[in-house]
Structures are given as C-alpha cells and as structure tokens.
Nanobody, 122 residues
Framework: VQLQASGGGLVQNGGSLRLSCVLS????????LGWFRQAPGKGREFVAAISARTGIVNYSDLEKGRFTISRDNAENTAYLQMVSLQPEDTAVYYCAARQGTTSPYPSHYQYWGQGTQVTVSS
C-alpha cells in the first residue's frame, strides 16, 4: 500500500487549496483515510478522517468548518478541501490509511504518504 499526497503550495491568508491523496493497492475500499498535519517544532495533529464504507467523517475542532474531507472510490483518491486558510494552517499535510474506523490518533494508522507542504502567507 502506498499513499501519494499532492496539492500543497503557497497561498495568501484567506485562500483555498485542495489536497489529494491517491492510495495504490486493493485496500482502498476498506480503508479509513485520514489527514494530519505537522507544523515546525510541533507534533503531528489530526485534521480529518473519512471511513471506508459508510463515509462517516470526523474533523478536528481546529478547522471550525473550513475543511472538508471526501473520497472518490472510483479514483482511489481522498481529498481535503481547505478554505479561509490562515497562517497558522501552515504545515506539512499527511494522508494516512488504516483498516478500521476513523481515529484522531496517528499511531492508529498503518500507512502514510510523504506529505505535502502548505504555506499560508500573512
């Protein structure tokens, strides 16, 4: 199983980005997909997750309705739509996969992508 995250970049305060995460392998349909982020000098924190079959989603309280997670099972891809980005959203964003329900804990995810940098200028 491999995960490839993309879509990061440099945006201005208040801007938007859509991150993508492609999962290769036959486990996509049974995998819960999660997004995490890690800012310099900080630990990895939960952003959002979406379950495999039911599509149940969970979000961190930090996003306050600004982020939306989704998945396209036909394309083996998960997305994180981010709007109203703020400088404190600057971080490396990682996608991850696990066999099980959604979880906010990084240690619960077995597979990780390489991360994509999101930088929000003030």
């Amino acid at each position: 199983v491999q995960l490839q995250a993309s879509g990061g970049g440099l945006v201005q305060n208040g801007g938007s980005l859509r991150l993508s995460c492609v999962l290769s392998g036959r486990t996509f349909l049974t995998s819960t997909l999660g997004w995490f982020r890690q800012a310099p000098g900080k630990g990895r924190e939960f952003v959002a997750a979406i379950s495999a079959r039911t599509g149940i989603v969970n979000y961190s309280d930090l996003e306050k309705g600004r982020f939306t997670i989704s998945r396209d099972n036909a394309e083996n891809t998960a997305y994180l739509q981010m709007v109203s980005l703020q400088p404190e959203d600057t971080a490396v964003y990682y996608c991850a996969a696990r066999q099980g329900t959604t979880s906010p804990y990084p240690s619960h995810y077995q597979y990780w992508g390489q991360g994509t940098q999101v930088t929000v200028s003030s």
